[in-house]
């Protein structure tokens, strides 16, 4: 379906994500294989199934606002207002292009999870088949929990424009890639759970630490990394946090410093970070024009 990909502020959510809530012209987004779980499975393996990824900052009741200040900051997009129908969903809007960064509040955060949008409805089905759980039914859309715990959704592809990376000072920043965190006992599972997930152009890994990233078409929003935890993080699911990429590492760190951020340790070429509601996240060399 035509869309108006030109800049403008959310009255409501992102185009795709109302469709995938709703209706589109009478016509229910995903519902019969997420209702009624009958699709049938495609056994052909479907190159680059998912494309465009939606990333949630999810957040208790009491910190929204902390949190949407923070964050708003750091993207440098306003957030919007309440979805219609959804109050407990929120928009980050950039200048230009598609928004792919959101607020939910729930019983649940600070923490992020992601929504995948997929070409075809037996895609639920597919994923279950390869370890995947259905948590539920949305009002179309489907909750899925990983092999390993992780929890993402699956909603209906669209076309998208991503935006460009914001200029801070001498720099420029974009959240460009989400990290999968897993425990050792669970990492080689989850990996080969998103590499077929996904159907991403794989690149391995050069350490024990990370397997390797999830490349999505050129264009989309994020890419994947996938980082084996040591043994001595006390998590026993698989959990996923923010890498920001940047031009300058150091220069992005101090900003979001002053912006209330609390820096916990240097990595091999990143930042760790914490925001100011808890959410540890990272500031990475990626190219801020990944992927």
């Known amino acids: 379906m035509e869309r108006d990909r030109g ?9 795709v994500l109302v469709r ?6 009478g016509r229910p987004v995903m519902s019969s294989c997420y209702h009624n779980r009958q699709c049938r499975v495609s056994e052909a393996f479907v190159a680059e199934q998912a494309q465009w990824l939606h990333v949630f900052i999810d957040v208790a009741p009491d910190v929204p606002e902390d949190s949407a200040r923070f964050w708003s900051a750091v993207l440098g997009w306003p957030v919007g207002e309440q979805w219609p129908g959804h109050p407990e969903f929120r928009s980050f809007t950039p200048p230009a292009g598609d928004s792919y960064i ?4 729930g019983d649940h955060g600070p923490r992020i999870h992601f929504d ?3 070409p075809d409805r037996g895609t639920a089905d597919r994923l279950v088949q390869l370890g995947a759980v259905i948590t539920g039914y949305g009002d179309g859309w489907c909750p899925m929990r990983s092999p390993g715990g992780l929890p993402f959704c ?4 669209a076309d998208h424009a991503r935006p460009p990376a914001q200029r801070f000072a001498q720099h420029r920043t974009r959240m460009v890639q989400i990290c999968i965190d897993s425990p050792p006992k669970l990492h080689d599972q989850e990996v080969a759970f998103w590499q077929q997930a996904t159907g991403w152009r794989w690149r391995e890994g050069t350490s024990h630490e990370f397997a390797g990233k999830l490349y999505p078409p050129t264009g989309s929003s994020a890419q994947l990394l996938l980082q084996r935890l040591g043994s001595d993080d006390p998590t026993s ?3 996923a946090h923010i890498d920001l990429g940047t031009d300058d590492v150091e220069a992005e760190a101090e900003r979001l410093v002053g912006l209330g951020a609390e820096r916990l340790g240097p990595g091999h070429g990143w930042i760790v970070l914490r925001d100011p509601v808890g959410m540890v996240f990272c500031v990475t060399g990626n190219s801020p024009d990944d992927p």
């Open 7 to 15: 800049p403008q502020p959310y009255r409501s959510p992102p185009a």
């Open 20 to 25: 995938a809530r709703g209706e589109v012209a």
């Open 102 to 105: 959101h607020q939910q509040i």
């Open 116 to 118: 995948l949008e997929v």
């Open 154 to 157: 699956l909603i209906d592809r």
């Open 237 to 239: 699911a698989v959990r």
